[in-house]
């Protein structure tokens, strides 16, 4: 994926108490009708006219003052302000040139139909921000009369938002001195607004104001740099492409840069694939807005979402599905001159909207399509993600057919080493890739029990996903040996696969799916090496101070944490039943999951990916290393045994925080193992009474081996 080069450098500081700062900066690509200021118009002198060009504070109420500017690193002036009431920042008649007029007194605006900047408060304190302008010239002919202030409407900037701040010459948010204009049909109440702004040719007067509650402190960037909108695709797949047949793999859409004024509030957008290769099996989880729709007419998806307004540094919309599928034909089939095809994802039309407007995709940074790379499997010419019998007999059946025959133009699709003749070395190219792709393991099924097990310092939670405590009937009459989880599985592969079903499990509650090893034995190492380590540490007569270790590195292996397993754990203790001064348990948590109303789920998993923990959107934003976000809507009441209270509708989005990566190929290297398969409660950091700690619920005992 591109890396995106953000126009504007936002530089977090908190100053002393009742300090206000901010940063003003020229937009790297502004719009052709849309004046901002300069770096150099704002780095004027804090002096005022005539005696030379200044950019200046031209008022103070209620006790505020202009201390300071400076220029800081990248685009943008740093204004300091102490005391904060209302403060007026500006460049007063004569304007300097700098200020983007043309004319007489540099006061020429008409070539502009707005006037915007950007506005982030940095806290610790909300405030509020507008711009302005003076026109009327008020030498002889003309008096004050024709001077007018007029100003864009206030806007509120909690800590941490931002918004863009737009003087709208068609439209202001404010006028004052305009009831006595000298041109009757110019005349308005004072103060009103919805007015064009008159002698664009006559700017006396440009700058911004500031407003706080006189004892506010805060630190502002106000910034040039209008950034359109951008979306941005995200793979996420088991494993890294190319992909083959019956591969699965998504494609998330986040949007950036939606600002608190422009919040978005609806999306569509066309997003275009090759269905020859790929069958689209819908949206998996959507995101900032919530559920949306979608409309397939191949090769074109068209996805709509509408929801309650929404701005962001960055958003997850939707995530797209795919499966790599195909029928057999002379494009889809491996030959020695034909081994792969790509094509592309891309999006073919766009348009965001706010409560302000829309804006079309020429408004909108769209990425480039995203090109994926199918492989076709040497020897399946049938295309059905396998080589055996039926694929040998399919080319067979053509056997000696040969350029020019009638049925040639059939038989042609299977010449894989193209000589224009099927022959044994089309036949020997499928057989030395027999039985690719063809399952040999057994079915095997384990049902889990609760042998009263849990995880070191382990309590169980009494909350579901939403924090909605569970009634007091329900904490004093559940407990596990109530519920069944059966597990499904491959005992030989690539990889560990199968399906989970779980029936009464805690209601609209979340669970780790975890192994975990046995110390000082190969898989245990195996396991850990793949996932996280458990560290205890022998006192002389237990183990103690269990721990893990939490240093995780960069996702790459081996990590930090496999550093420390390598140098402490032949540490000899001869007082130890081990021999080791410290034990390690290797375990992996691969997928996660969330109950339904009535404490059930089934989920199909397969290793590849190893987790740190589970989050909540509502807690940190997922990144595009972490695990797929999963998503719940629930609405508790007394009517369902484990509550005894009517809570409110709920939606609840989670995700894996990645532990390695990258995500999907993590994969548990080739041997046999004997382990504990774990279900674990999830706690999400919670400290209440009632919010657990990572307990360890249910668990079986599992042998398999990885090819």
């Known amino acids: 994926m591109r890396t995106k080069v953000v126009a504007a450098i936002f530089v977090l500081a908190i100053l002393a108490l009742s300090a206000v700062t901010i940063i003003l900066t020229r937009p790297v690509k502004a719009l052709e009708s849309t004046l901002t200021l300069s770096d150099a118009e704002l780095m004027l002198p804090n002096v005022p ?164 509650t006189g004892s506010a402190s805060a630190s502002i960037i106000v910034s040039g740099a ?71 007419t191949p090769p074109v998806v068209e996805i709509n979402g509408q929801g309650e307004p929404w701005s962001g540094d960055r958003g997850l919309l939707f995530a797209l599905t795919f499966h790599v599928e195909f029928t057999p034909s002379a494009d889809h089939i491996w030959t020695k001159y034909h081994q792969y095809e790509t094509f592309q994802i891309a999006i073919i039309g766009a348009k965001l ?15 480039g399509p995203m090109e994926i790379q199918v492989d076709f499997i040497r020897g399946d010419v049938n295309c059905d993600s396998k080589v055996d019998m039926n694929d040998i007999s399919t080319a067979v059946y053509y ?33 030395t890739n027999y039985g690719y792709g063809v399952q040999t393991s057994s079915w095997q099924t384990l049902v889990m029990t609760n042998p009263n097990l849990t995880s070191p310092n382990g309590v169980l939670r009494w909350m579901d996903v939403a924090n909605q405590e569970y009634s007091s009937s329900y904490i004093n009459s559940y407990n596990y040996s109530q519920a069944t989880v059966t597990v499904n599985y491959h005992d030989v592969g690539n990889t560990l696969s199968g399906r989970l079903t779980a029936r009464n499990l805690k209601p609209n509650f979340a669970y780790q799916l975890k192994i975990v090893g046995t110390p000082g034995t190969p898989d245990n190492e195996r396991i850990g090496l793949a996932g996280r380590w458990w560290q205890e540490t022998w006192n002389g007569s237990a ?19 496999d550093a420390t397993y390598y140098t402490r ?51 940190r934003s997922r990144t595009p290393d972490d695990g797929p976000i999963k998503t719940v809507t629930f609405d508790p009441d007394p009517s369902q045994t484990a509550y005894d209270q009517d809570y409110p509708s709920s939606t609840i989005s989670i995700f894996g925080e990645w532990e390695r990566l990258p995500m999907g190929n993590v994969n548990l290297t080739p041997g046999q193992y004997n382990c504990t398969i774990i279900l674990t409660e999830e706690s999400f950091h919670g400290t209440g009474p009632l919010e657990g700690n990572w307990a360890a619920a249910m668990s079986g005992n599992m042998t398999f081996t990885i090819l």
């Open 543 to 561: 183990w103690t101070g269990g721990q893990n270790l939490n240093n995780k590195g960069n996702g790459t292996s081996p990590n930090p944490n």
């Open 353 to 367: 909207s706010s409560p302000q407007g829309e804006i079309p995709m020429s408004g909108i940074i769209v990425p």
């Open 49 to 212: 006219p005539p005696t030379v060009d200044g950019f200046y504070q031209e008022w103070a109420d209620g006790g505020g003052a202009f201390t300071g500017k400076a220029n800081v690193s990248g685009p943008g002036v740093q204004f300091d302000f102490t005391g904060l009431g209302k403060v007026g920042m500006g460049d007063k008649y004569v304007l300097s040139a700098l200020a983007g007029g043309t004319g007489a007194h540099n006061g020429d605006f008409t070539v502009y139909s707005m006037y915007s900047m950007l506005f982030k408060n940095l806290g610790p304190d909300p405030i509020n921000v507008h711009l302005f302008m003076n026109t009327g010239w008020t030498d002889p002919p003309q008096n004050g009369y024709y001077d007018t202030f007029w100003s864009s409407n206030w806007i509120y900037l909690a800590v941490g938002r931002s918004a863009i701040v737009t003087l709208n010459f068609s439209s202001c948010g404010e006028a004052w001195n305009i009831a006595d204009d000298p041109v009757p049909e110019w005349q308005h109440p004072e103060g009103s607004g919805g007015w064009p702004i008159r002698r664009l040719d006559q700017v006396s007067n440009i700058g911004f104001e500031v407003l706080g």
């Open 226 to 296: 209008l950034t359109p909108p951008d979306l941005e695709f995200v793979l996420v797949a088991p494993h890294s492409p190319p992909f083959e047949c019956c591969d699965t793999f998504e494609v998330e859409v986040w949007v950036t840069d939606i600002y608190d004024s422009s919040p978005l509030t609806d999306y569509d957008l066309n997003v275009t694939y090759n269905p020859s290769l790929v069958l689209f099996l819908g949206v998996d989880y959507w995101g900032v807005l919530g559920n949306g729709t979608v409309s397939l």
């Open 399 to 431: 056997y000696d057919k040969k350029q020019g025959d009638a049925e040639w133009p059939q038989a042609s699709w299977y010449d894989l080493n193209g000589d224009n003749v099927i022959d044994i070395y089309d036949t020997v190219t499928i057989t």
């Open 569 to 619: 754990r032949l540490i000899a203790d001869p007082t130890s039943p081990t021999g080791y001064h410290y034990r390690y348990t290797g375990y992996l948590m691969f997928n996660y999951f969330i109950t339904d109303s009535n404490g059930d789920a089934t989920i199909d998993f397969e290793t590849g990916s190893c987790y740190h923990v589970l989050w909540k959107t509502s807690q």
